[in-house]
């Protein structure tokens, strides 16, 4: 499986982003795909996830409001739409993909992984 993550950029705070992740190698629509992030000193955390039918997604506090889930599976891509982005939003955005159809928020339960897309939240 290979991911490729893009549309980082740098965005002035209140802004908005769409990360992109697109998917090969495998049944896209099976696959549970999340978003994580990791910021300069700081673990990677969980963002959000989305089943592999796009029915169920679930977010981190810290984000639950203001971004979303998204995936077109015909396309082999999943997106996460990111609103009223704040500073402390600066950070790598990565997109994984679990093997395993069952969901999960933890960054070690993930098997494959994009290589991450720079988000800058100036303030």
């Known amino acids: 499986v290979q991911l490729q993550a893009f549309g980082g950029g740098l965005v002035q705070a209140g802004g908005s982003l769409r990360l992109s992740c697109?998917?090969?190698?495998?049944?896209f629509s099976r696959s549970v795909m999340g978003?994580?992030?990791?910021?300069?000193?700081?673990?990677r955390e969980f963002v959000g996830y989305s089943s592999g039918s796009?029915?169920?997604?679930s977010y981190a506090d810290s984000v639950k409001?203001?971004?979303i889930i998204s995936r077109n599976n015909a396309e082999n891509t999943v997106y996460l739409?990111?609103?009223?982005l704040k500073p402390e939003d600066t950070a790598v955005y990565y997109c994984a993909?679990?093997?395993?159809?069952?969901?999960?928020?933890s960054p070690a339960s993930?098997?494959?992984w994009g290589q991450g897309t720079l988000v800058t939240v100036s303030s």
């Open 22 to 27: 697109a998917a090969s190698g495998r049944t």
């Open 65 to 67: 409001g203001r971004f």
């Open 81 to 84: 739409q990111m609103n009223s």
């Open 110 to 112: 993930y098997d494959y």
């Open 35 to 43: 978003w994580f992030r990791q910021a300069p000193g700081k673990d």
């Open 97 to 105: 993909a679990r093997r395993s159809n069952v969901v999960d928020s």
């Open 54 to 57: 796009g029915s169920r997604t």
